[in-house]
């Protein structure tokens, strides 16, 4: 299991996130699960967030693994993975 270096990318991205996201983001297992507070358009804030998401990953330098995220709201949820 690889806990704590998920935890490292957990703090990471709360710093990085904006701040409308940033309390949103939790790691449950091995994946990292935001939720989105009540949002009009789900498509658009995924897209956001998933773009951003990917930015931030880009800058860590040495992924050990495979990162797992899930963005969801009440009514839906998308998942997606960042390669190693």
């Known amino acids: 299991m690889n ?7 957990l703090i990471y ?4 996130l904006p701040d409308d996201y940033r309390k949103h983001i939790q790691l449950n297992g091995e994946r990292l699960i935001v939720h989105l507070p009540d949002c009009g358009n789900f498509e658009q804030s995924y897209e956001y967030l998933y773009n951003t998401i990917v930015s931030c990953a880009a800058r860590i330098r040495n992924r050990d693994i495979d990162i797992e995220f899930t963005i969801k709201s009440a009514h839906q949820e998308r998942d997606f993975t960042i390669r190693k």
């Open 3 to 9: 806990t704590a270096y998920l935890n490292q990318v």
């Open 13 to 16: 991205l709360q710093q990085e």
